[in-house]
């Protein structure tokens, strides 16, 4: 009975991101349309339409939607109550203006939700939107958003990628702000190579891009 409940649970959560993240979508697909039928840049907004619906599909080629929002959320930490995980990481407008409102714009290949430019500069999307009319209204936000993915152990991906992209609401430039996060490796038991484990090393920084930030060096 356990199992089934749990598996019950596990399908509710799936559907529930799979639905915000598809009402996400289909609205920035109406406001691209809106735009395109009005003739208002009518190109650029036909290319973002195509970009978005490919890259919609390379995504979940890749990632199961819960997952994705996982993913997408490291500043969000999967602890109980379950249901205000899910209320957090389920937000339709962080993933239209942090997400959506990147991969519009996304020629390249992205890579569990990674775009790599070269060895140095490894670029991770996410939902993450920073508000604030005030410069030290949004550095108190960014404080925050350090400190809860510091204290995220589960992000094996992030740790692979050099720099977090995030949405602020004037674009300004956050390439000197960063977080450590800890290295994790994946260990084998010497005596059973069926048994594996993780550990951590040495910390590493990487560091926060606006959306505007990395487009301009993805696709110079």
Same mark, same amino acid.
């Given at each position: 009975m356990k199992v089934l409940t749990k598996q019950q649970d596990d399908d509710y959560w799936e559907r529930l991101c799979a639905n915000c993240f598809e009402d996400a979508f289909l609205q920035e697909v109406e406001r691209l349309e809106y735009f395109i039928e009005g003739n208002i840049e009518e190109d650029i907004n036909i290319s973002r339409k195509l970009n978005? $619906?490919?890259?919609r599909k390379r995504v979940l080629e890749q990632h199961k939607y819960s997952e994705l929002l996982e993913k997408l959320n490291p500043h969000h930490i999967p602890i109980s109550p379950v249901a205000e995980y899910y209320s957090n990481i389920t937000c339709k407008r962080s993933i239209k203006e942090a997400f959506l409102h990147f991969i519009r714009e996304l020629e390249s290949e992205i890579v569990d939700l990674m775009i790599k430019v070269d060895e140095?500069?490894?670029?991770?999307?996410?939902?993450?939107?920073? $508000?604030?009319d005030e410069p030290y209204e949004r550095d108190y936000e960014l404080h925050k958003i350090k400190s809860l993915i510091e204290q995220n152990n589960q992000l094996l991906p992030l740790s692979k990628s050099t720099h977090l992209i995030?949405?602020?609401?004037?674009?300004?430039?956050?390439?000197e702000q960063f977080v450590q996060?800890?290295?994790?490796?994946e260990s084998i038991d010497a005596e059973s190579t069926q048994e594996h484990g993780l550990s951590t090393s040495n910390p590493i920084s990487i560091r926060f891009e606006s959306v505007r930030g990395a487009l301009g060096r993805i696709k110079q």
């Open positions: 978005l $619906e490919k890259n140095m500069q490894v670029f991770h999307t996410s939902a993450i939107v920073i $508000e604030g995030i949405k602020t609401s004037d674009e300004h430039d956050l390439s996060m800890q290295t994790i490796a």
